[in-house]
């Protein structure tokens, strides 16, 4: 049967060009071909081949991670491959590996926050690999409060030299990846003391291993911090533990960027950190001691924040499709149940329950796809902005990424564990990919802001607008929209769910503004407004959910508003839209009838229009997952290959187990034979 | 450090008797006094250390366990443990492994499905572990419906034998536990085909292995399926595939149980099989090929079904207290943010969004622990109705136990993950004992019976009743109910959530009766009731879990109603029976409000309510999850150990990963120095 496709009648089903989505999925035919094009060069290459990855033990994880990413640097020379490219490949090559920070993190922290000539000194031997580098920040003690970092700076005007010391246990740096094991360098954050006095936190450019033999510097303690979630995922990454001894570097090896701005460009895969880098300074020390306040504006700092989470936001709809994909061809595939007069049975994609479970994840994959678009979008208007000295809108910018990054991650990671429990018992096994896949895709929960810490950040911003300025305003506003909205003319039905997207945005736009007026007023119940927001945080995490749904609604039909070439592309995008809205709607029906949005029959009719729409998608559901044009290689599943032939390429993989190259298991004369002869009291355990 | 207890200040604060709750958590002072000593037992034994465990390879963590389900054997004969203190001792090794199928599965079946005379000759070899059984009856296209298994035993009356062949690739043996490697015997499950007419699936005694040499007998092709989800988990385990062709084995080897019903007492680890055990047979075939219906009354098979799936919910609440004890010891630790003038941090359990997510799930941890006892006793009082021909409850106790396993395992495995998301960083290391718990413990919503299709029969049950006698009679009586809610006397305000549980139960009766009947009114709209069920399927879904919800609240109720001795003992599980219902009504608020249960201000209400239980909960947080009563050895975590003493153990056991063997790692010389000395493109690589 090799060669045959499975999935063809599902394929013949569908009601729309998919390789026009194709397109639209990619952001650009531009996109698509050079996506297309190295995923395929990867795919095709045994040198990238990721199929043993969880029989491996942690050495032979890590070395061969090591060979693949030196692998992959000799592809990008040779075939004198483009930076987009390179990213490209790094991509689609599909592990975390010490060269994601070394050009997501390192190289970036120097160009945002080095003076030129320390951009002309280390930026070339980064970029050649000369130097590999780390993001050492966060410490054993101390992730989410950078602002609370142990290590120590100690300017030392006799030498011209900094000592970075680690003053306590809890101030061991601890999860940098790439520090275990390879990085030769690191831009290591530490508090800075000059003349007694401490000045926050700053980076600095530290050797960490001899360019020479690779052995730790005098005063590193360094070494890996040990086995993480998942049999491959980040233990192929060397996330390392470093204490610092008095460690002695040049003056000239502290990051004082103060020139003008220019450091928001950076590659695709910034984002390997785990947890959040909020308030670094950037500032100067002179051969004196003394020390100035940089005039690099505070809010600069922001932007790589913000750029490192706008890739999160895109990254989240890439890792949701991937299990998407999987669950929905292997739910096609699949049969259970239903088999009339010795006839197949029901394929599970034709169940109600499993569609009301995938399809909105189907809806979401893209959703996020064009919420991550627009914030693409909005970080490079905030950066000509900035350019321009306009800080205006740098605040809601912040604030929307913050969210939007911990909305999709949260969404996508249990997105990713509901695909698996889609695919039932062989969803567990790793030949499903799926395990690998939450493994891996988890953390995005934690680094780089956690979740929950940024949605207080959100309502920070919106909450403390509201309870300053909507609050006397704000609240008629709002009144007014409340009234509007009631309208016999406005009112909800199973039509206007359906016709109009506007009365649909409508609802998400009053449900997020009342639950933030609802807690301004709660709020204005305190005398002290920080114990308040302390006491009320569950509540202004909730208005922050519907604040940042409300976002992803509203861009998906701004994406629907533009001219979107191919027969029925826009028609099936339109179905995934109401799909995602309706959804939303239904899980959080709590919030849109406690706050009046809707009614009870509109929840109803909603959930009737909902049902209707997955009778939509259904012939068109393998298509849908087609568009996003994964390879074999890269979906790293049995059960969501291309031609759906899964049956067989599962019972040949079983076979492949370290456990079957004997019969006999290792252990039997040992520890099984004794039990059967009745042996034991005697056996040596 | 050592030996001082970081969190006495906690244990100090608690307003309760800890060591009464501890009688309270175990069921009886008996269970407290056999759990306490056996899991020190285990503990103090390095025999049975499981530290190491992530670090190994899928072979040595398989040898490893064998050595230690014989080292087990080796310690219960050794110490003449009874049946409890094995059952006990196998719990705390804390390990998957081929012996709980063995003693759960395996021996179960043959006293519930054999004859008196197959009984006699297996069980004593089982019970002495001269023989070692598996229970196949999943195949590689065939989980939940094993009526459609295609595994045939085709009765040949000139041998006076069966032939047991696997026809098909999908009708491959795959998932059953202990097979791939160890097992001697099997109970397969089959098609039995009796002088060329099909008779439905029964089971079968099946040697798969010599007892000479271990070698699998001729016709066999058996095997390991390959890796699964988490590091060490139920790699543990030989989840095995096996094929049969045309194996002969003699009649008196298929399970032909047909005199009275003694089976249904099984040991408390019957709970390994990946995917459900439904509708099995039990019949005859005499010498001379005539099939004969088993005169074991059908329901008797629901019987073994009941009794695993209320050893599944009781699980539920040790696996789900076992986050909870880690996360909040952890979370007592933990500091970050909130420093004044240079003061130590705020420790994270006083945020209050830590609190809002981890309360509840330990308010869960105990809801689960008294509805699992409650579960026992229905099962207790079922088995002997039926053994007075009484099946008049076994329908409703299906339906409950069905939708409890669900409802418990779900809320359990979401739980375990929330758990470890609370741990922030730490809780993604493998120390952390969160990956470990979690991948353990996910199956759990897919095995015996996967947990949508569960809700399903519960639906089915609950509405079916609904649709055909409640609908006329059903809701003139819920009519009556909705309006005796609204009486002016019974409004629920703040007052009557706090003091008033029986407000609250008749909130969550209103809710789940309510949802049911509006599911049963949707469903007379169709013509053609099987389709009506198949469209609404996840409407009913919802209505199952509203109605296994009100079981759980309604049974920590009435355990409340029992004497529960010991200073303030009652006083904390009452703030957690609160605590629980009312994050419930929180989270599902769209359903109260829908169906007019609630209003929205007593949904704000309750939620005030609910902000001020979680300040009453958090002085006794850390005694509450003492009360577990949990060795370190079994809790595996370092963010949980009982001292608190977290980042020096943290930081010591980075140190002991593989990686750290060489201070330079392997592969440094082939890919690492090729790179820093840009050899690359002659590397051989």
Chains 1, 2 share one sequence.
Not at 600 to 625: F, G
Not at 657 to 669: I, K, W
């Amino acid at each position: 049967m090799e060669g045959v496709d499975h999935l063809a009648h599902e394929r013949n089903k569908s009601e729309f060009d998919v390789d026009a989505m194709k397109i639209v999925w990619a952001g650009s035919p531009h996109a698509f071909v050079v996506s297309d094009r190295i995923s395929k060069l990867v795919a095709s290459d045994p040198g990238f081949r990721k199929d043993n990855r969880s029989t491996l033990s942690r050495k032979e994880l890590f070395k061969n991670t090591l060979r693949k990413a030196a692998y992959a640097w000799k592809t990008i020379i040779d075939l004198h491959l483009s930076e987009e490219e390179a990213a490209k490949l790094r991509f689609y090559v599909d592990e975390p590996a010490f060269t994601d920070v070394h050009w997501g993190m390192f190289i970036p922290a120097i160009k945002g926050q080095g003076t030129e000539e320390q951009q002309q000194k280390w930026l070339p031997l980064a970029y050649k690999m000369q130097i590999i580098g780390c993001y050492a920040q966060t410490e054993l003690g101390h992730g989410s409060n950078v602002q609370g970092l142990e290590t120590t700076a100690t300017f030392d005007p006799q030498t011209d030299e900094f000592i970075i010391h680690s003053p306590t246990l809890t101030s061991s740096k601890w999860w940098p990846g790439g520090l275990g094991k390879v990085a030769t360098h690191a831009i290591a954050y530490a508090l800075l003391i000059v003349g007694g006095r401490e000045q926050g936190v700053h980076g600095f450019i530290v050797q960490l291993r001899s360019l020479e033999d690779h052995s730790p510097l005098p005063g590193m303690t360094v070494g890996d911090i040990g086995m993480k979630f998942g049999n491959g995922a980040y233990n192929a990454m060397d996330n390392g533990v470093l204490r610092f001894d008095h460690v002695r570097i040049p003056r000239n090896q502290m990051l004082m960027r103060c020139a003008q701005y220019t450091c928001l460009c950076m590659p695709s895969d910034a984002k390997l950190i785990l947890e959040p880098c909020i308030l670094i300074r950037v500032s100067q020390v002179t051969c004196e001691g003394k020390y100035k306040q940089s005039d690099v504006p505070r809010q600069l700092v922001y932007g790589a924040m913000l750029y490192v989470r706008q890739t999160i936001v895109a990254d989240a709809s890439c890792a949701l499709s991937r299990a998407v994909c999987i669950a929905t061809r292997y739910s096609a595939v699949r049969r259970q149940f239903g088999s009339q007069n010795g006839g197949p049975e029901t394929q599970v994609i034709d169940y109600k329950t499993q569609q009301s479970r995938l399809f909105p994840l189907l809806a979401s994959a893209y959703a996020f796809r064009f919420v991550g678009e627009w914030l693409k979008w909005l970080y490079a208007d905030v950066t000509q902005r900035l350019q321009a000295n306009d800080f205006s809108t740098l605040p809601e910018a912040h604030a929307c990424t913050a969210g939007l990054k911990s909305l999709t991650t949260t969404a996508t990671a249990d997105g990713i564990e509901e695909c698996r429990k889609l695919c039932g018992g062989h969803g567990y096994l790793c030949s499903s990919g799926l395990p690998e896949l939450f493994a891996v895709y988890v953390p995005a929960c934690t680094y780089e802001g956690e979740n929950t810490v940024l949605l207080l950040q959100v309502r920070d911003m919106s909450c403390k607008v509201s309870h300053e300025d909507c609050f006397s305003a704000g609240v008629q506003q709002e009144t007014s929209r409340y009234n509007s909205l009631y309208d016999s003319s406005r009112a909800f039905n199973a039509m206007s769910l359906r016709c109009s997207k506007s009365a649909l945005l409508e609802a998400f736009e009053a449900r997020a503004a009342r639950m933030c007026v609802a807690c301004a007023q709660n709020l204005s119940n305190f005398d002290n407004p920080e114990e308040g927001f302390a006491e009320l945080s569950a509540d202004l995490v909730e208005a922050a959910v519907a604040h940042c749904q409300l976002l992803v609604v509203s861009k998906f039909i701004e994406k629907l508003q533009q001219e979107i070439p191919g027969k029925g592309v826009k028609q099936q995008l339109e179905v995934l839209c109401n799909i995602y809205a309706l959804f939303l709607l239904h899980k959080h029906q709590g919030d849109f009838l406690s706050t009046g949005c809707i009614t009870p029959k509109h929840a109803a009719l909603a959930n009737d229009e909902l049902r209707s729409l997955y009778s939509q998608v259904r012939p068109n559901a393998i298509a849908l997952v087609d568009a996003f044009n994964y390879t074999d290689h890269y979906l790293g599943s049995i059960l969501g290959c291309y031609d759906g032939n899964v049956y067989p390429k599962l019972y040949e993989a079983a076979w492949k187990d370290p456990l079957n190259e004997s019969v006999v298991p290792d252990g039997y004369h040992q520890y099984i034979r004794p039990l059967l002869k009745q042996e034991i009291r005697t056996a040596r355990l």
